[in-house]
């Protein structure tokens, strides 16, 4: 099994940036692919962003490209969300999630964390 626990929410000002953070524990040698998704009251789930096991490799959703950036230490087991220029649509719990394989549907991803709320005011 693997643990995932995510920090860094808040409540920012549009315009504004805020750092996730996501750290896993447990059999983290079955982790390829960390990704973070996220979920606005009243909608689904929502594919943020993807990044492969060697860090070189990342995908973001058309919503967030050129203002979030996805990383990952590999030595600390973590994976980062650095999140620039927030809107108030990005106000959504966050979720971190771990698989095999990088994909947007939130169904490929074997492992969650508990989520962590992001509030962007006008």
């Known amino acids: 099994q693997v643990q995932l626990v995510e920090s860094g929410g808040g409540l920012v000002q549009t315009g504004g940036s805020l750092t996730l953070s996501c750290t896993a524990s447990g059999r983290t040698f079955s982790i390829s692919v960390m990704g973070w998704f996220r979920q606005a009251p009243g909608k689904e789930r929502e594919f943020v962003a993807a990044?492969?096991?060697?860090?070189?490799?990342?995908f973001y959703a058309d919503s967030v490209k050129g203002r979030f950036t996805i990383s990952r230490d590999n030595v600390r087991n973590t994976v980062y969300l650095q999140m620039y220029s927030l809107k108030a649509e990005d106000t959504a719990v966050y979720y971190c999630?771990?698989?095999?394989?990088?994909?947007?549907?939130?169904?490929?991803?074997?492992?969650w964390g508990q989520g962590t709320q992001v509030t962007v005011s006008l």
């Open positions: 990044i492969a096991s060697t860090g070189r490799r990342t």
């Open positions: 999630a771990a698989g095999a394989l990088m994909r947007v549907s939130a169904s490929q991803y074997d492992y």
